[in-house]
C-alpha cells in the first residue's frame, strides 16, 4: 500500500511562491515505478488536473492555467515529487493533492488513472 503525504502549503500573498512536497512511502515500493500528478480542488468546484510527471521517461504535463508558472519535479531517491509554484494567484487557491499512477505509461491529468492520493494541503492565495 503505498501512501502519500502532501506537505509545503499556506498563505500567500499574489505574485508570492510556494513548494509543496509530496512524500510516498509503503513497504517495499519504488517511486519509480509511479507517475505522479498534482489536482487541486476550489471550494464549489469541480477537481481540476494541475500536473504531472511520468516515470518512464521524465516527461511533464501542464494545465493552461499554470504553465509557466508552475514546475513540477521528482526526486526518486527522497521519493518525493515537488511542485513548485510562482506568480501565485488568488485563483490558484485550493486543496492540493498529489497522486500516484503506477504506469510505465506517459502521465495524465486524468483523475480516474490514478490509485493512490494524499489527503491535500491548502494554498490560500489572498492579499
Known amino acids: 500500500q503505498l501512501q502519500l503525504v502532501e506537505s509545503g502549503g499556506g498563505l500567500v500573498q499574489p505574485g508570492g511562491s510556494l513548494k509543496l512536497s509530496c512524500a510516498a512511502s509503503?513497504?517495499?515500493?519504488?517511486?519509480?515505478?509511479?507517475?505522479i500528478g498534482w489536482f487541486r480542488q476550489a471550494p464549489g468546484k469541480e477537481r481540476e488536473g494541475v500536473s504531472c510527471?511520468?516515470?518512464?521517461?521524465?516527461?511533464?504535463y501542464y494545465a493552461d492555467s499554470v504553465k509557466g508558472r508552475f514546475a513540477i519535479s521528482r526526486d526518486n531517491a527522497k521519493n518525493t515529487v515537488y511542485l513548485q509554484m510562482n506568480i501565485l494567484k488568488p485563483e490558484d487557491t485550493a486543496v492540493y493533492y498529489c497522486?500516484?499512477?503506477?504506469?510505465?505509461?506517459?502521465?495524465?491529468?486524468?483523475?480516474?488513472?490514478?490509485?493512490?492520493w494524499g489527503q491535500g494541503t491548502q494554498v490560500t492565495v489572498s492579499s
Open positions: 497522486a500516484a499512477d503506477r504506469t510505465r505509461r506517459r502521465c495524465t491529468v486524468l483523475s480516474a488513472r490514478y490509485e493512490y
Open positions: 509503503g513497504f517495499t515500493f519504488d517511486l519509480d515505478d509511479y507517475a
Open positions: 510527471i511520468s516515470n518512464s521517461d521524465g516527461s511533464t
